[in-house]
């Protein structure tokens, strides 16, 4: 009995995300809803920030759920939805970030940053490598030296 129970509690909590996205929410047109649902997927939830907002049960997921659904409704292309999503939020609204230039430089950087290091400290190796360190003998250093060595 208790196995059934938690086998039971198990399937109702896997399947929790699909209950995200509210009845009263859902487009007519099947078409429609799949292109929205699509878009969701794409859309990091502002409160969660770990989940999309089509698997967020938040209020501000509901409410970017039904704005999507309102753009595409009124006839914006897919792209235009995200651009004004993005427009209105910020490029983090975005869970896999578009690559522009400052995208390639922002994970770029670490990887620069580290042969810039790298290369530095070759060069300090390189000059540091037979130059004499201390200063010259003075000429009773010297003999005293060569006195010791013939010994």
């Known amino acids: ?14 399947a929790w995300p699909a209950f995200a996205v509210n009845p009263d929410e859902v487009l007519a047109d099947p078409a429609l809803e799949a292109r929205a649902r699509a878009l969701s997927a794409q859309l990091r939830c502002m409160v969660c920030q ?6 967020s049960d938040a209020e501000l997921a509901k409410d970017l759920r039904v704005l999507v659904r309102e753009r595409i409704v009124s006839g ?19 869970l896999s970030p578009r690559v522009e230039m400052k995208t390639l430089l922002l994970w ?12 530095a400290m070759i060069v300090a190796a390189r000059r540091r490598t037979g130059k004499a360190t201390g200063t010259a003998l003075s000429p009773e250093e010297r003999a ?7 010994d």
Not at 50 to 55: F, P, T, V
Not at 76 to 94: K, M
Not at 108 to 119: E, R, T, V, W, Y
Request: proline residues 2%; aromatic residues 6%.
């Open 76 to 94: 914006d292309s897919d792209e235009a939805v995200i651009d004004y999503v993005v427009s209105r939020y910020g490029e983090f609204v975005l």
């Open 50 to 55: 770990n989940q999309s907002i089509d698997d």
């Open 1 to 14: 009995m208790i196995r059934r129970l938690v086998f039971v509690l198990v399937l109702l909590v896997s």
């Open 144 to 150: 005293r030296l060569d006195s010791l060595l013939k």
């Open 108 to 119: 770029g950087a670490p990887i620069l940053l580290l042969l810039a290091g790298s290369l």
